[in-house]
């Protein structure tokens, strides 16, 4: 939902109905909103969830939002992730820097709550952009996987977050093949078998638009969720 900043939480339900009423399946909250002095969090969840409903009423369509419930302990992230559910919400996201113990922690409960976690890969720059020190972005993608999150923002080959095509599609094919084979152009150096490890879904996000689409498919395939937040509003 843009803008990311400033609205107040009835005006942010504005913008997500009018956005899901005009043919959007989905909307999210982005990784800086949690909860600020202009919208607390309970009241965007609120917000949102009519937002959904009523979209949902208008157009006889499946909707959703997600709702980000990242905080900065595990007890506030777990208190707003069941009011979520609470409200008919069968989505939630978080925050790459929250941290992995928590992450896990959150893909349990989404698990054991029949909840869908969604991960925005916040703040992974700080470690995996450097080429001298840090990781590459395909090892995030492979411990995501192992969490247990459900989907995950695995960069673009065009738009804000662009990268290498066939770079980006490694990191796409580590998250959602069960069998990775040694794809040198793909930046994927050994066989590796996932066995029946849970897929993750990845999230196409960044500056991109519509028109964007027909590249988005050439290069990334079907399997994946494209996010059009400036690019919408």
């Not at 996201?93 to 992995?100: K, N, P």
Request: charged share 20%; glycine share 10%; aromatic share 10%.
């Amino acid at each position: 939902t843009k803008p990311k900043l400033g609205l107040s939480g009835r005006n942010y339900g504005r913008v997500v109905y009018e956005a899901l009423k005009g043919g959007l399946d989905f909307m999210k909250d982005d990784e800086n909103i949690n909860s600020q002095s202009f919208m607390h969090w309970r009241d965007r969840y609120l917000y949102c969830m009519e937002a959904v409903n009523k979209a949902s009423a208008a157009t006889g369509e499946v909707k959703g939002h997600y709702l980000n419930v990242t905080a900065g302990t595990m007890n506030k992230m777990i208190e707003r992730a069941e009011f979520a559910k609470s409200l008919g919400s069968i989505i939630i996201m978080i925050d790459l820097v929250i941290g992995y113990t928590a992450i896990q922690t959150m893909a349990v409960w989404a698990r054991n709550n029949d909840m869908i976690l969604h991960l925005h890969r916040a703040g992974n720059s700080t470690y995996s952009r450097q080429k001298n020190h840090g990781m590459n972005f395909r090892v995030i993608c492979k411990w995501m996987r192992m969490a247990g999150v459900d989907h995950l923002h695995a960069g673009t080959v065009v738009g804000k977050l662009e990268g290498d095509p066939l770079m980006i599609k490694g990191f796409y094919d580590t998250l959602r093949e069960t069998h990775t084979p040694i794809s040198l152009e793909n930046g994927l150096f050994f066989d590796q078998d996932w066995a029946s490890l849970n897929k993750v879904m990845p999230v196409a996000s960044g500056g991109i638009h519509a028109g964007q689409m027909h590249q988005l498919i050439h290069y990334l395939g079907e399997d994946v969720i494209l996010q059009f937040g400036g690019g919408t509003i």
